[in-house]
């Protein structure tokens, strides 16, 4: 099988390209490799891939349209993993053109390149949490209103859905959007909050904690995310009836929101450093809490997360000692 993976250097596409190619898949990858964070972190993720003979890697900007049609366009893809996006809920309200050319012209490009894809089995696209807002009903559940973005990468996730509703309609063309709730582990964003208090702690300055210290996550560990973007891709939904779209969204997260200051606590633990902490008031564009409800997940590909926080920041300071030859 040959996939499209898009934002094959990215935190959560280096992790799926190592999956897909440790199961022998054939694997197309694709990423711009932008300064929005270091590239040197991409360039060094990259160099875990291309050792492997099933990996090609295009370095291109998915809202080219004209480049990616020259670079896949005559490939006979079985899947695709869209996972490249501007991320980045602080930075879309400094750079919101950023954000329209990936978020929603990429979105576009790669449906379309989708509907011209005759053995195209599946399309998988990563959603955001985000979406959800200042919603205060918890758990969020995908059957929740989501019309209220409190950011422009929360609207731009949100359009990326209609537009693939859209195409399912139009051209039925099977999709699954997944809605990811704050991804962490070995490998991931420098511009999180794990990896930013992780390195202020070991360089002995103090890091800002928002809404002091009153907020909770869904921290979910990237290879729980992996296994179930896997499992959607093998499971394509399928048009029940002449007014069914093949399309569906999920909730993909930890089913157990975490407050942000025991996170802080067990990373202080696991770097045998304590944090100085200066407390500040919620950012523009962010939530308090954000709980995944993964009913529809769990019932229909089977999804259930097993890696808890007390054994997912273990790994990613081990990670980040090594890669930091700390």
């Known amino acids: 099988m040959t996939v499209l993976l898009t934002g094959a250097a990215g935190f959560i596409g280096f992790h799926t390209a190592q999956r897909l190619l440790a199961q022998g898949e054939r694997v197309v990858g694709v990423d711009n490799l932008n300064p929005y964070y270091s590239p040197a972190l991409k360039d060094d993720r990259l160099r875990q891939l291309v050792v492997h003979p099933n990996f090609t890697f295009h370095q291109i900007n998915i809202a080219d349209r004209i480049a990616m049609e020259e670079a896949v366009g005559g490939l006979k ?52 949490s985000s979406v959800y807002g200042g919603n205060t009903k ?13 950011s422009l990468y929360a609207a731009t996730k949100k359009a990326d859905e209609l537009l693939s509703q859209s195409y399912a309609h139009l051209y039925g063309i099977p999709q699954t959007g997944l809605r990811f709730f704050t991804v962490y582990g070995p ?13 202020a702690i070991l360089a002995g300055r103090p890091i800002k904690v928002f809404n002091h210290g009153d907020m909770r996550r869904d921290f979910t560990y990237v290879d729980d995310i992996v296994t179930g973007i896997l ?11 002449a007014t069914t779209a093949p399309h569906r969204v999920f909730n993909i997260g930890n089913n157990h929101p975490e407050a942000l200051l025991r996170l802080i ?32 997940i769990d019932r229909d590909l089977g999804f259930h997360p097993t890696t808890t926080i007390d054994d997912g920041i273990p790994k990613f300071v081990a990670w980040y000692r090594d890669y930091h030859n700390l």
């Not at 918890?138 to 409190?150: A, G, Q």
């Open 187 to 199: 490998w991931g964003r420098p511009d999180m909050a794990l990896w930013l208090f992780t390195e």
């Open 265 to 296: 606590a067990l990373l202080e633990d696991a770097l045998g450093k304590k944090a100085e902490r200066i407390l500040e008031p919620m950012q523009p564009g962010d939530v308090k809490e954000t709980y995944a409800d993964l009913t529809a």
């Open 77 to 128: 893809l079985t899947s695709i993993i869209h996972l490249a996006a501007q991320a980045g809920v602080r930075h879309s309200i400094e750079n919101p053109f950023a954000y329209v050319e990936a978020n929603l012209i990429g979105h576009m490009v790669i449906l379309e390149l989708a509907r011209r894809q005759t053995a195209l089995d599946h399309m998988v696209y990563a959603s955001s």
């Open 138 to 150: 918890l758990p969020f559940s995908e059957t929740d209103r989501v019309d209220h973005p409190v």
């Open 231 to 241: 499992a959607a891709r093998d499971k394509p939904p399928k048009k029940s009836d």
